[in-house]
């Protein structure tokens, strides 16, 4: 009895002792995590394909290897976005690089940091609502055109697909509904007549036949065709005064997207599905990974920017503001490449 006695009390004690261990590390990791410094990071369509490499940098644990945590700032648009740095809600912000050109043209020096992406990642559809027939972008001349926001990715990438098409801004009536998925609801219920968004949104409805598609600058090959050359696309950019005060944090966030683009080059879709939450699949996962199989290449491979796209992107947006806007700047400022350089030396496990 004794000996059995002595056996449970021993059994009892090594469970008090393992679980005081595991709270013990627990403790310490939620230690650890408090005490890294903090990033305020404003983005719009967070559930997206847009944003996967930064997704995919959270769920692996890139970012707190690197020594940084992030605090998400959700926003529906990049030019909500992009509002929230600009009143010092946010310390860094995630969107496309035209974002860039508006504030050096207000004097607001800005940097990109880290690429994520070598398109505008967006399509634009028309919806086959009621029977309406689209031929071509032509057709949309007088239609209600659902863009996440104006001053938006979605907005100057319909922009320049209307210019190609001879039409202009004025030709239609611009209706900013977000990227959440509840522009779905939007175009079901003729509130719009078509829709300009990132993926998965639009793929989901393309297979879904609740839109047909007329515009496409996801593909490396439909952006070259839209914007005549190769140019960058989304970005992580922070304010010049950030990317020198807080050089540490900078450098983990661009070791933290270096390395889940890395990993993205090597991924297989079942390796995707495992780090992407079900929450972003729209409930139906093939839909999800066809989306993100069509974005593979859009992604970009090792975060550096490109100056020569830059410039490309530069000369195709000036011609768009047209004169609503001055047209001295230098793209060249618009980015550094110092802390991807650093990134790119690392050996990442």
């Known amino acids: ?34 005490a890294l410094p903090r990033v305020r990071l404003a983005l719009a369509a967070s559930q997206s394909l847009y944003h996967l490499p930064l997704t995919l940098a959270e769920r692996l644990g890139f970012f707190r290897q690197a020594g940084v945590q992030v605090e998400w700032l959700p926003k529906e648009s990049g030019a909500m976005a992009l509002s929230a740095a600009l009143a010092g809600q946010a310390d860094v912000m995630a969107g496309a690089y035209e974002h860039l050109f508006g504030l050096h043209l207000k004097g607001l020096i800005y940097q990109s940091f880290v690429q994520l992406s070598r398109t505008p990642q967006v399509s634009l559809g028309g919806s086959t609502r009621g029977g309406l027939v689209w031929r071509s972008l032509t057709d949309m001349k007088g239609a209600r055109l659902g863009i996440s926001a104006l001053d938006s990715a979605t907005h100057w990438t319909a922009c320049q697909w209307l210019s190609r098409q001879g039409l202009t801004a004025e030709d239609v009536v611009f209706v900013p509904v977000g990227s959440s998925q509840g522009v779905i609801e939007s175009l079901r219920n003729g509130s719009i007549d078509a829709l300009c968004n990132p993926d998965p949104i639009m ?6 036949n609740d839109i047909r598609l007329l515009g496409d600058a996801r593909t490396l090959q439909g952006t070259r065709q839209l914007m005549g050359g190769a140019v ?46 079900a929450s972003h699949w729209m409930g139906d996962r093939a839909i999800y990974l066809g989306a993100f199989e069509k974005l593979r290449e859009s992604y970009a491979v090792d975060g550096l920017v490109r100056s020569e796209d830059v410039s490309h992107a530069w000369r195709v947006h000036a011609k768009l503001i047209g004169n ?5 700047l230098a793209p060249e400022r618009t980015f550094t490449n110092a802390f991807v350089q650093k990134s790119r030396n690392r050996r990442f496990t």
């Open 203 to 208: 793929y989901w409805l393309e297979q879904k």
């Open 1 to 34: 009895m004794k000996s059995a006695h002595a056996s449970r009390r021993s059994l009892l004690l090594a469970a008090v002792g393992s679980l005081a261990s595991v709270q013990a590390t627990t403790a310490l990791s939620s230690e650890a995590s408090r």
């Open 324 to 328: 609503y806007g001055p047209r001295q």
């Open 232 to 277: 960058p696309g989304a970005s992580l950019f922070a304010h010049a005064d950030f990317l020198q005060l807080h050089p540490d944090r900078v450098q983990a966030l661009s070791d933290a997207v270096v390395h889940a683009l890395k990993w993205l080059q090597t991924a297989g879709l079942t390796d995707i599905l495992r780090a992407v939450p």
